[in-house]
C-alpha cells in the first residue's frame, strides 16, 4: 500500500519502506513491507514521540535541513515539511544533516527491513563488521556472489542509500559518538572511526554536522570525565527489552575468570589483536539503552567492540516485529505475553562460544569448573579487573593444549583440538560469514562435531535468527517428531530462533528472569538436569529448553 499525498510528491519520491499498522489498538505492531513508508503512520508515529518508534525511521525536515528520530524533544515540524526514510543514511544521502539534540546517530539499528533481502542484510553484517575500506563495493560484492551494480540496485531498493553512503554514515556517527562520549583526542578519534586523516576526519565532520569536531565536542561537554583507556557508550534498543532474562540465560553458562554476570551486571575480559581489556554492561536508568564501559588501550578497536557488545545482547533485534509473526500462533502466545522482550543472546567471540559448547556437551557433572579450569591453564592472565582473572584461550593454544590434564574427557579434547586447529590455520572463520549454509558444513566436518551442535554454534555465533537446531531427543512436548516441529516452524520464519527461545521459556513455566535455565546441554536425559537440582525431577523440559539456552 502507498498512500502518497502531495506533499511527498513535492519532495520527490521517498525512498523507504512501507510500514503498515497491525489491528486496532496495536499502534507498535509495525510491518514493513516493500520498500515505501506509509506516510500516515509515520506522521502519527512522529507526533506521539513513543521511543518504541525509535529507529524505525528517520524524519528529514525541510527548511532546517536536518534529519531527526522519532523521539526528538525539538517542537515538531509541520507536516508539509516532513519527509520520512527508513534509515539514517537515506536521510543523508538526502542531503540531510543529523540534529544535534536527536542524535539519530544513536538510534538503534533498524533490522526490520534486513528480512527484506537477505544479501542486503549480509552486505550490512559485513559494512559493520569491516567497513568498506579494504576492498569497496567491488570486494563486497564479490564476496556476497553478487554483481556491484546488482548490490547497489538492492541497496537503493531496500534502504535507500548505495553502500558507500551506509558505510560513511556508520563511520560518521561512529566519530561523533566518540566525540561525545570520550575524552579521545581528535587525531585517535580520527584513527578509531576509520579515517585515513586527520584531514579527512574534519572535512567529513564539517561537510555532516556543520561544526568542527571541536565545537561539537564543547557543546556536548559532560562534568564527568573517565579515566584514560575508559569509554562509556550508551548503546540503545528499541524496547521492550527484557535485561534480567538475558543476564539469567549468560549466567547460567558464564566461564569463571572470563566473564562474572551478577544481577545487574555484566562484566567480561576481552582481547583483540594481542591487546587485552575488559567490558562492563549494565541496563541505563533510563531503561531505553544498556550502559557498556569499555576499558581498552587500543581505541582503533572501539567500533569493534561496541559492535560486539551489541550481538551479545541482541540490540538490533526488533521484538515489535518478531512478535508480529510468533503471536498468532497459540503456541507461543502465551509466553510472549508473560515474558515479553526476550533477546536471543549472541556471543563475544564465535570460536570461545563454539569451544565453550564442546566443553559442556561432555558428560560432566561441573562442566562451568572444567571451563574455568581450561582458561585457568591455557587462557592469558589479566590484571585489573575485579574478579576478571584470564582472557579465553586462542585457537593457537587450544591447538596443541593437552587438555586431558585438567580433565577434558578425550573425546572432547579431540574435538576442541579439532575445532582449535581448523581456526588457528584458517580453514575456519567466524568472522565475515556470509554463506551461512558453508560455514555449518564446514564445522560439520570437523572431528567430534554432531548436526546439533554445529547448528547450534552458528546459531550464536552468528545471531541467525532464522536459524533452527532440532534434535529428537529436544522435541518440544505435543510434537512427535522433529520433521513435525520443523514442518510447524515453517510459520515463525525468519524468526525460528526466536520461537525456540521462547518454546523453551513457556516449556519451564517462567519468565527468563526467574528461571534458572539449564547449565548444560547435554543431549543425553539425565545429564542435562545435573547442576540444576531443581529441575532434576522435569526430565522432559529440561530435554526441551536445552536447544535453546546458554551452555
Ligand atoms: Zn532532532
Redesign the pocket.
Known amino acids: 500500500m502507498s498512500r502518497w499525498t502531495p506533499t511527498d510528491a513535492a519532495f520527490g519520491q521517498a525512498r523507504s519502506e512501507n510500514v503498515q499498522q497491525q489491528g486496532p489498538g496495536s499502534a507498535i505492531l509495525w510491518q514493513v513491507r516493500e520498500t515505501e513508508l506509509d506516510w500516515h503512520i509515520c506522521s502519527r508515529a512522529r507526533l506521539s514521540r513513543d521511543p518504541r518508534f525509535d529507529g524505525k525511521f528517520f524524519i528529514g525536515v525541510h527548511g532546517s535541513g ?1 534529519y ?2 522519532p523521539i ?3 517542537p515538531t515540524a509541520k507536516e508539509k515539511n516532513c519527509r520520512y526514510f527508513a534509515t539514517a543514511a537515506g536521510a543523508a544521502e538526502a542531503g540531510y544533516r543529523p ?1 544535534l ?2 542524535r ?1 546517530e544513536c538510534a538503534p539499528g533498524t533490522p526490520a527491513w534486513l528480512g527484506t533481502s537477505a544479501t542486503v542484510a549480509r552486505a550490512l553484517r559485513l559494512i559493520e563488521e569491516r567497513g568498506l575500506e579494504d576492498d569497496g563495493i567491488e570486494g563486497l560484492a564479490e564476496r556476497l556472489g553478487v554483481g556491484s551494480r546488482h548490490l547497489r540496485r538492492l541497496f537503493l531498493r531496500h534502504l535507500g542509500a548505495p553502500p558507500v553512503a551506509v558505510a560513511q554514515t556508520r563511520r560518521v556517527h561512529f566519530a561523533k559518538k566518540l566525540i561525545d562520549e570520550t575524552n579521545l583526542p581528535m587525531t585517535q578519534i580520527a584513527i578509531a572511526a576509520g579515517y585515513g586523516s586527520v584531514r579527512r576526519f574534519n572535512a567529513e565532520i564539517a561537510k555532516v554536522y556543520h561544526r568542527t569536531p571541536t565545537q561539537i565536542r564543547t557543546n556536548a561537554r559532560s562534568s564527568k570525565s573517565l579515566p584514560e583507556n575508559e569509554y562509556m557508550f550508551l548503546l540503545r534498543f528499541r524496547p521492550p527489552f527484557d535485561w534480567k532474562g538475558m543476564l539469567a540465560l549468560l549466567r547460567v553458562a558464564a566461564t569463571p575468570g572470563v566473564e562474572a554476570i551478577d544481577e545487574q551486571a555484566y562484566r567480561r575480559t576481552i582481547s583483540i589483536q594481542g591487546k587485552h581489556g575488559h567490558v562492563h554492561v549494565s541496563l541505563d536508568e533510563s531503561g531505553l539503552a544498556l550502559r557498556v564501559r569499555i576499558c581498552f588501550g587500543e581505541p582503533r578497536a572501539l567500533f569493534q567492540i561496541v559492535e560486539r557488545v551489541r550481538r551479545i545482547f541482541d540490540l538490533n533485534a526488533d521484538w515489535a516485529v518478531i512478535v508480529q509473526t510468533l503471536g498468532s500462533d497459540p503456541l507461543l502466545a502465551p509466553a510472549l505475553k508473560a515474558a515479553p522482550g526476550l533477546r536471543m543472546p549472541g556471543c563475544w567471540d564465535g570460536f570461545e562460544f563454539a569451544v565453550r559448547t564442546l566443553l559442556v556437551r561432555v558428560k560432566d557433572p561441573e562442566t562451568r569448573a572444567l571451563a574455568g579450569r581450561v582458561v585457568q591453564a591455557f587462557g592469558r592472565p589479566v590484571a585489573g579487573a575485579d574478579g576478571l582473572t584470564h582472557v579465553f584461550p586462542d585457537a593457537h593454544a587450544l591447538a596443541k593444549a593437552d587438555l586431558g590434564n585438567v580433565g577434558v574427557s578425550p573425546d572432547c579434547a579431540c574435538a576442541v583440538r579439532a575445532l582449535a586447529s581448523a581456526v588457528s590455520d584458517g580453514r575456519i572463520t567466524f568472522e565475515g560469514i556470509v554463506d551461512s549454509e558453508g560455514f555449518l558444513a564446514r564445522l560439520r566436518a570437523l572431528t567430534g562435531m554432531d548436526e546439533w551442535t554445529a547448528q547450534y554454534i552458528s546459531m550464536r555465533a552468528l545471531g541467525e535468527p532464522d536459524a533452527f537446531p532440532a534434535d529428537r531427543r529436544n522435541l518440544p512436548i505435543g510434537f512427535e517428531n522433529v520433521a513435525a516441529l520443523k514442518q510447524h516452524a515453517e510459520c515463525w520464519r525468519p524468526w525460528r530462533a526466536y520461537a525456540a527461545l521462547y518454546l523453551a521459556c513457556k516449556q519451564r513455566g517462567g519468565t527468563p528472569a526467574t528461571r534458572s535455565p539449564v547449565s548444560e546441554i547435554s543431549k543425553d536425559t539425565g545429564e542435562a538436569a545435573r547442576g540444576a537440582p531443581e529441575r532434576r525431577k522435569t526430565g522432559r523440559a529440561v530435554q526441551s529448553s536445552a536447544y535453546v539456552t546458554n551452555p
Open positions: 536536518v531527526c528520530r526528538c524533544p525539538a540534529c539534540r536527536c539519530p
